[in-house]
């Protein structure tokens, strides 16, 4: 099966199509299914993996538990963030990096550069794997009952476990108590696919996206890749970044940002009035006074509709925020600012002991 068949698939679901992103029915509904056609996938694989991209990400792999996942991401020599995922360890020789689709051609090109000494393969899984999303109270046990996996009723949020489906295997990655996706061969995609709608409603990419905007959980994309510091998106608070582990690309730039300064610029939860979704690196502007112009004081990270209007992550210049300065999008809207569910001013070091 190549990607147009799955797409036809879909369509033949129920399915219709906003570029590779799918639209169902909404309506409500306690557990949802998920097509994640937007995400893609690095496999690295052999004896040097975890010696290798300990040497190169942001997170550290030597002391995360087997079948266990981090955030992470990969900088080049300034701090700029190349790429940004969730690294899932299933053992050290065999490690997954769960992306933006867009963002893993440049991902795996950043990385290779800096393998050719090492036991490793790098490889991406765009066109010959498919993630589903399965999104509800419960996730991780209902979509054991739904597949008749008991050890996936299990699962703690941060847990990545590789199990039998189809003759062949699926990687199952639960993120929180109510989002699990599951990762197949793209041949296997329909059977699953089918499987789970048993016991889920099949609804839009939105829902996903929201859940995790709501989260303050960020994601780079193509656009972005090489514009943040890993501080700018939050990815210290959110356990991707490790002050203890030694060097790595750009170690010097982030931990000196830590230890010595004071990020000028991080990550705020918004919402603006409906219309066009904001693409990824669409700027934020400061409107000082009708005499003075209007400057750009940050980016969008991600965006997504809701039933409010449309809600996003963007980072931002800290003293803009301060001031009180009213923010807008490059088309007038005018952005709220909103809480994110985390200590947006926590200090990491303070636990480093």
């Known amino acids: ?3 147009q068949e799955w797409h036809d698939f879909l369509s033949g679901e129920g399915a219709s199509w906003e570029g590779d992103r799918t639209r169902f029915p909404d309506c409500e509904a306690d557990l949802r299914l998920i097509d994640l056609s937007p995400w893609g996938a690095v496999s690295v694989h052999g004896p040097d993996s975890q010696k290798f991209l300990q040497g190169q990400l942001t997170c550290d792999l030597v002391n995360l538990p087997e079948g266990h996942a ?3 991401a990969h900088c080049n020599p300034k701090g700029r963030m ?7 360890k299933e053992s ?3 490690i997954l990096l769960s992306l933006p689709r867009d963002l893993a051609p440049i991902a795996l090109a950043g990385l290779t550069k800096y393998a050719v000494f090492f036991k ?4 991406e899984l765009n066109n010959s794997h498919q993630w589903l999303g399965l999104q509800g109270a419960g996730a991780a046990s209902r979509a054991a009952e739904l597949l008749s996996v008991a050890e996936l009723s299990h699962l703690e949020a941060g847990a990545a476990r590789r199990f039998t489906f189809e003759d062949g295997e699926a990687l199952a990655h639960v993120l929180n108590s109510e989002q699990v996706a599951i990762l197949v061969p793209l041949a296997s995609a329909p059977a699953l696919w089918q499987k789970l709608a048993a016991g889920a409603t099949p609804s839009g990419l939105c829902h996903w996206q929201l859940r995790l ?5 960020p994601q780079l994309h193509a656009e972005t890749s090489g514009i943040f510091i890993p501080q ?5 608070l959110l356990g991707g970044v490790s002050f203890k582990k ?3 690309t750009g170690q010097e730039v982030v931990a000196r940002l830590q230890y010595l300064g004071q990020a000028k610029r991080r990550m705020y939860r918004g919402r603006c009035a409906s219309g066009d979704l904001p693409p990824p690196g669409a700027s934020i502007l400061e409107v000082k006074s009708a005499e003075e112009s209007s400057k750009s004081c940050g980016d969008i990270v991600i965006a997504e509709r809701s039933e409010q209007g449309v809600e996003l992550l963007a980072v931002l210049t800290n003293s803009s925020v301060a001031a009180g300065t009213p923010l807008r999008l490059e088309d007038g809207r005018q952005l709220e600012l909103l809480e994110l569910p985390y200590d947006a001013d926590a200090d990491p070091l303070t636990d480093s002991d």
């Open 92 to 94: 050290p020789d065999n």
């Open 232 to 236: 700018m998106l939050n990815l210290h």
């Open 70 to 72: 981090t955030f992470g």
């Open 213 to 217: 905007i709501s989260e303050g959980i």
């Open 82 to 88: 190349i790429s940004a995922f969730h690294a899932l």
């Open 246 to 248: 030694g060097c790595y």
């Open 120 to 123: 490793t393969d790098l490889q």
């Open 1 to 3: 099966m190549d990607r």
